[in-house]
């Protein structure tokens, strides 16, 4: 029997303001316990919210990024339980009006490029935290996260496999940082996403009973735990049984899901309209101004690179993938404009690669743009191969020369281009290596590629390639033809 | 002097004739003989109070003198003040010492006027008779088996039996003006968000404002000018000129078009009621003002509104006293349902607990739609009365209650007949409308009977002028009760 997985995310981004969406403490992360908590925090009797402007200008960032609509006015809603670690004993939230309706994602999954459409997203504030050690059967309460601003990001569930979450969920995570949201820390929690996750028979319409994986925040924990899950719904189903709509947990351990709470005992939060805040209305101009302030989005400059410098949606994706990359990339383009797809190689290849093996960031790059589009302008004008321009971007990596040109001209590297020079060593080659010579004429068109090898190894790598190449060739035939 | 008037005691002051600390322990040894029997007051604190009366008297030494400084108030106890206790009537706050000061003691402070002590008040102003206060009922100074109203009976107590030279009070369906009326005092409940609530314990948020409660409508006006403006904590308060509230005192009443709603004059309105109430108008044409018959035809829905309205609001509020951070705690317990189970169950009174069911079921799931959004749409209809209304006269007049004060006990088991004595005045808050009561006679029974003023949005002053003006010829509001 063939199933489908349907995913649908919610994602909890926590906006970067310094303080929190209704009080003035501090949002900094790692504080001593309760000490970034006000009044306000800590519901106090007689306290009263009030909206953090920074907060709403975030979510209408989200907003304008993802083509959605801007409610105005949006409604601040109290969702109401009772928990030791939630002062009030609600939270507020949005609920019914939302401060962004609708708009879109593009992901790109194995080449192939698909629209995640949101629902809405809308600002909410954090709990704080409930500590269950060190207080010897008693628990502590630490309320510096309550109040923290939060915008829940919903899409509608139109993934169909963990690799589609986890592309819609990483578009999204470069997107909030993209546009100066969100700073992404999913240790710290800046970032966490809850998984709906559904399956239904091959060409069946209506969905499947959903069960929502809560507070995922790595991409790998995401797929792994939407992988366990798909399949233990597909498992019970095809055993005969009956998924029951549930909230689980993920056990990164274990890598497993596990129920925490049916439907039956999910609560009746008695969503209503906080009345201690006025609906919020937000104005064209304060709309059209934020939307003077965003940068080129990640979807406008993907297209940009394709049409100017005729890159694969797959190289402009990867350029993308974060504004720090694509900074450095634009950097480099700017030196070397005819060199576009070399430097979108080198960004994506050589310093990516480099990057990730240290985990460092684009950002503090040791190679910077400029050192780079010095390195493959020596290249692109045949001063060096790209063989030896890997081990001139070594030392550049490693800080032994300040520019390509300097380390290539101190230790002689340049490409050697003159024909005389490649074809004296070409003849010693061939006097060299009388059995390949021979493999050769007889037909064998390895031989050729080891003579090519003997050639560059005889130049230490310098000899041009191309040139090498040609006149190896013309060599051997004339040789060959002298033999005849 | 304790008959004196605000300003007369502020000319004593400023001409130095008496202290602030002289006045301050006047009144301290007045609420203190008198309280143990009128139970007016949950907490006098003389060092508290002396200390702001000695820095009172060096502002007046250093000239720095405003129209309240150095007088005694007293403060209902559902304002947080410094240091202390803030019981809002509650065994859930009985130990509450405040860290901070609402808005309204703040500007009270400001203006170096000195917190004379915390009045009795219904538990969380929930109740009409102050019956509901963990500390205890509040006699009615001018019949001691009568109620006080509520639920800022201590107030209107302290100030009818002159032991504090006025008081602050809230009002969310009546609790200033019916307590005003039924000792014969004079207060006002402005527009909604002309006075901060901001450190003012929530009842029901929408309708709570909170006003003076004095011996004069001139003592009123004084008082509005340090209670009101504007309060960026309270995101429902109003960004406005400031006002005088002094400014149309002296205003003629010739051509003022008085409004009587006739469901105001109808089946359930006493006939010394009716009365006194039509003596007063009498007076006004009198003083040069016409009558005119008007009508508001959603007048006997406002009752069912606010009582489903006002205990949603109410359930969400009261979350907070969870016993976890603050207020009364069970002594022993279970698990973590069973800690709020408890301290919630004991801390509460008896109509407290009832709201909070009330509210609770109204906000419910398959409940909503049906009570919540409902009445809001009814309470917009009842604001649209008012509208209509004023288009036809300058302000509203009728009685303030149906009855003179009921007796102690006499409506206690019987809260719908309780509810149904604020069926004047509950129409004005969910409207957001000004409302004051003045002193206008004394029914059959000796009790005091109260003049309902309703005016439009903002126009205070214009109500305080028109209340001025009528205890310029009469003398209802110099009467005191005999007091033992």
């Given amino acids: 029997m063939n199933w489908e997985i349907v995913i649908g995310l919610e994602v909890h981004t926590q906006l970067s303001t310094v303080s929190k969406i209704f009080s003035g403490a501090s949002t900094a992360f790692g504080a001593e316990p309760n000490t970034q908590a006000c009044a306000v925090d800590i519901a106090l009797p007689g306290v009263l919210p009030v909206l953090n402007k ?42 019914e009006l939302p401060i962004v309706e609708g708009g879109s994602v593009l992901i790109l999954v194995e080449g192939v490029q698909k629209t995640v459409r949101l629902t809405r997203a809308h600002l909410e504030e954090d709990a704080g935290k409930s500590l269950h050690e060190d207080f010897h059967g008693m628990s ?119 129920a925490m709470r049916s439907k039956e005992d999910a609560h009746d939060y008695r969503y209503f309209p906080d009345p201690d805040l006025l609906p919020l209305k937000i104005s064209e101009a304060m709309i059209a101004e934020i939307k003077a302030s965003l940068p080129e989005l990640p979807q406008a400059k993907q297209s940009r690179y394709m049409d100017e410098y005729g890159l694969s949606p797959y190289d402009a994706a990867a350029l993308t993938a974060s504004r720090e990359m694509a900074e450095y990339f634009e950097a480099a383009v700017a030196l070397l404009p005819q060199q576009a797809k070399a430097c979108a190689n080198w960004v994506t290849g050589e310093v990516a690669a480099r990057l990730n093996r240290e985990d460092k960031d684009i950002a503090v790059s040791p190679v910077s743009a400029v050192q780079l589009a010095g390195l493959l302008k020596l290249i692109a004008d045949g ?75 005889a130049s230490k790598g310098k000899a041009n390639p191309a040139q090498a190449n040609e006149i190896l060739k013309k060599k051997l035939q004339a040789y060959t033809a002298v033999g005849n | 002097m304790l008959n004196f008037s605000l300003k007369e005691l502020a000319d004593l002051l400023a001409a130095k004739k008496i202290s602030s600390v002289e006045l301050t322990t006047e009144f301290l040894r007045r609420a203190q003989a008198l309280n143990p029997h009128y139970n007016a007051f949950i907490t006098l604190n ?25 007088i005694p108030i007293a403060q209902k106890d559902i304002f947080c003040a410094k240091d202390w206790r803030t019981t809002c009537g509650s065994k859930m706050l009985e130990s509450f010492i405040s860290p901070y000061d609402a808005h309204v003691i703040e500007q009270f402070n400001r203006a170096g006027a000195v917190n004379l002590g915390k009045t009795n008040m219904d538990e969380f102003a929930m109740g009409s008779s102050n019956e509901t206060s ?15 109203g509520g639920s800022s009976g201590g107030s209107a107590c302290a100030v009818a039996a002159r032991m504090a030279a006025a008081a602050t009070g809230t009002d969310t369906g009546g609790s200033i003006r019916q307590p005003a009326a039924l000792c014969g005092i004079s207060g006002i409940k402005p527009t909604y968000g002309v006075v901060s609530r901001y450190g003012m314990i929530a009842f029901a948020s929408s309708l709570d404002q909170a006003g003076p409660m004095a011996k004069s409508a001139e003592d009123c006006a004084l008082m509005m000018n340090v209670m009101a403006g504007f309060d960026e904590r309270d995101s429902t308060s109003l960004q406005r000129e400031p006002e005088n509230y002094l400014r149309d ?15 105001y004059f109808a089946e359930g309105l006493s006939a010394d009621v009716a009365r006194a109430v039509e003596a007063a108008l009498a007076e006004y044409r009198t003083l040069g003002a016409t009558t005119v018959d008007i009508s508001l035809p959603n007048t006997k829905l406002s009752v069912p509104v606010y009582y489903v309205l006002a205990p949603a609001e109410a359930s969400s509020n009261l979350s907070r006293f969870d016993g976890v951070r603050y207020g009364h705690r069970a002594k022993n317990y279970g698990d973590l349902n069973d800690m709020y189970s408890k301290s919630r169950s004991e801390g509460f009174g008896a109509e407290v607990k009832r709201r909070i069911l009330i509210g609770t079921y109204v906000l419910s799931h398959g409940y909503y ?18 509208t209509a209304a004023f288009q036809k006269c300058d302000v509203i007049m009728g009685p303030t209650t149906p009855s003179t004060a009921f007796n102690l006990g006499e409506k206690s088991g019987d809260p719908v007949s309780m509810y149904l004595s604020d069926i004047y005045t509950i129409a004005v808050n969910l409207a957001g409308l000004p409302g004051l009561s003045i002193p206008c006679g004394f029914g059959d029974n000796g009790r005091p009977v109260g003049l309902q003023i309703i005016g439009d949005y903002f126009s205070e002053a214009k109500m305080l002028g028109v209340a001025h003006q009528y205890q310029r010829v009469t003398d209802w509001h110099q009467l005191s009760p005999k007091v033992m």
């Fill in chain 2, 249 to 263: 005192l002296e205003q003629p009443l010739k051509g003022l078009r008085i409004g009587l709603p006739k469901e």
């Fill in chain 1, 383 to 457: 001063t060096v191969s790209g063989k030896i321009a890997k081990s001139v971007f070594d030392a550049l990596w490693n800080r032994e020369a300040e520019t390509a040109k300097d380390f290539i001209n101190e230790r002689g590297l340049q490409q050697i281009s003159d024909s005389g020079a490649i074809e004296k060593i070409v003849d010693d080659v061939i006097a060299a290596n009388a059995q390949q010579v021979a493999d050769y004429r007889a037909g064998k068109e390895k031989a050729f590629n080891s003579l090519v090898g003997q050639v560059m190894k």
């Fill in chain 2, 369 to 386: 739609d049906a009570y919540y959004l409902q009445a809001q749409k009814i309470r917009r209809l009842i604001a649209q009365d008012f």
């Fill in chain 1, 54 to 95: 920074g907060a709403v200008e975030r979510a209408i960032r989200l907003g304008l990024a993802v083509g959605g609509k801007i409610n105005s006015p949006s409604i601040f809603a109290r969702k109401n339980y009772f928990y030791p670690d939630l002062p009030k004993g609600y939270q507020i939230s949005q609920y």
């Fill in chain 2, 46 to 70: 003389e060092d508290l109070s002396l200390a702001q009366a000695q820095a009172a008297d060096a502002m007046i030494a250093a000239g720095r003198v405003q129209p309240l400084t150095g």
């Fill in chain 2, 134 to 148: 963990y500390f205890g009922t509040v006699k009615n100074p001018w019949d001691n088996a009568a109620v006080p």
């Fill in chain 1, 140 to 258: 502590g309460i630490d309320l510096n996260r309550a109040g923290t601003p939060l915008l829940e990001i919903v899409s509608e569930p139109d993934m169909r496999s963990s690799a589609e979450a986890v592309a819609y969920a990483k578009t999204l995570h470069s997107l909030v940082r993209w546009i100066g949201i969100c700073d992404g820390n999913m240790q710290e929690g800046s970032f966490r996403c809850d998984a709906n996750v559904s399956v239904r028979r091959l060409g069946e319409e209506k969905l499947g009973t959903r069960r929502e994986i809560k507070n995922l925040n790595s991409f790998r924990f995401l797929q792994q735990a939407i992988d366990f899950e798909a399949q233990w719904q597909i498992d019970t189903l095809e055993n005969g049984g009956k998924i029951q709509q549930a909230t689980v947990l993920f056990d990164s351990d274990k890598i497993e899901t596990r």
